[in-house]
């Protein structure tokens, strides 16, 4: 379906797997279908996602973790111009919401809304 290392639009992904245009867990229905990363907000991308606060990051990413743990999820990160580039299809390895974890990646990354850490394996 998607080619390791090529890029492609919101439109292509969306076409391809489903899922909105604007969400980092793009989702159909009840499922994660593809995880769109910026480096500036996840500088570990794509082995690791610092999900931000709201109840649809949260909804999605307890599905993620608990509903979908084995199921492998393709991993686009954003170009500087502007399009997603295929880096691999990802399964979950492990996540927390321990403070001192959460803390430890906040200040690595600058941010102040992570309410989990998602680890990834590339399968």
């Known amino acids: 379906m998607f080619r390791k290392t090529e890029s492609y639009t919101r439109e292509d992904i969306s076409t391809a797997v489903g899922g ?6 793009s989702h159909s229905g009840n499922r994660v279908v593809a995880i ?5 907000m996840n500088p570990e991308a794509p082995l690791v996602l610092l ?9 999605y990413s307890e599905i993620l973790c608990r509903d979908q743990k084995n199921d492998p999820v393709p991993i686009f ?7 997603w580039k295929f880096h691999g299809n990802y399964k979950v390895k492990n996540n927390s919401v321990e403070p001192a974890l959460i803390k ?7 941010r102040t809304d992570v309410q989990m850490v998602i680890h990834f394996t590339e399968v």
């Open 20 to 25: 909105g245009l604007r969400d980092c867990l």
């Open 36 to 40: 769109c990363m910026r480096k500036e």
């Open 51 to 59: 999900v931000g606060e709201g109840p649809q990051k949260k909804k």
């Open 77 to 83: 990160i954003k170009q500087p111009n502007g399009s």
């Open 104 to 110: 430890r990646y906040q200040s690595k990354s600058g």
